[in-house]
Antibody, heavy 117, light 111 residues
Framework: EVQLVESGGGLVQPGGSLRLSCSAS????????MHWVRQAPGKGLEYVSA????????YYADSVKGRFTISRDNSKNTLYLQMSSLRAEDTAVYYC??????????WGQGTLVTVSS | QSALTQPASVSGSPGQSITISCTGT?????????VSWYQQHPGKAPKLMIY???KRPSGVSNRFSGSKSGNTASLTISGLQAEDEADYYC???????????FGGGTKLTVL
């Protein structure tokens, strides 16, 4: 059974940092691109960042470029999102997601990040 | 990286059909047959309902169908049921520099 389990969310002050993790199991993690998608409270989905299967290629939305860093450790089947210079508008549930085929799509349960003083 | 445009809300009675539109541009929806639709119930992760514009993953009811015309994709739900009440999001591939763009979401209310 495929599982994506996010962790690392919590309350952080504006300007602070946080690292999210996504532990993957049930599929060959090293073969697939991974993605972070976030959802602010009561708002829609926002595509945040992506990383290729070997980590050699990354993408960032303009809203997080220069502040967030996506990475992965294929030996640990884990995806990361290092977030710095956090702002109130970064408050959201952060989901990790992968698509292992056009019709097969997996999401984690999400982890809540709250940026507030 | 502009979001795709969806109506904020739609509603229908049980048994009726509804259609949710998703308007993009010639750089995303219009250029690729790679529109997906997601269903999200409160407090849950999104669930893939339609991929590649009109295809249904295994296990998704055939009451859900997708189509595209020009820069606008559409999701139609026929024979509305109470459990269809949820938020629906479209998303599209938009090229290598912007892999994914989401719509703003549509809240479906089953009256």
């Amino acid at each position: 059974e495929v599982q994506l389990v996010e962790s690392g969310g919590g309350l952080v002050q504006p300007g602070g940092s946080l690292r999210l993790s996504c532990s993957a199991s049930g599929f060959t993690f090293s073969s697939y691109a991974m993605h972070w998608v976030r959802q602010a409270p009561g708002k829609g989905l926002e595509y945040v960042s992506a990383i290729s299967s070997n980590g050699g290629s990354t993408y960032y939305a303009d809203s997080v470029k220069g502040r967030f860093t996506i990475s992965r450790d294929n030996s640990k089947n884990t995806l990361y999102l290092q977030m710095s210079s956090l702002r109130a508008e970064d408050t959201a549930v952060y989901y990790c997601q992968t698509r292992i085929a056009a019709h097969i799509d997996y999401w984690g349960q999400g982890t809540l990040v709250t940026v507030s003083s | 990286q502009s979001a795709l445009t969806q109506p904020a809300s739609v509603s229908g009675s049980p048994g009726q059909s509804i259609t949710i539109s998703c308007t993009g541009t010639s750089s995303d929806v219009g250029s690729y047959n790679l529109v997906s639709w997601y269903q999200q119930h409160p407090g849950k992760a999104p669930k893939l309902m339609i991929y590649e514009g009109s295809k249904r993953p295994s296990g998704v009811s055939n009451r859900f169908s997708g189509s595209k015309s020009g820069n606008t994709a559409s999701l139609t739900i026929s024979g509305l049921q109470a459990e269809d009440e949820a938020d629906y999001y479209c998303c599209s591939y938009a090229g290598s520099s912007t892999p994914v763009v989401f719509g703003g979401g549509t809240k479906l209310t089953v009256l």
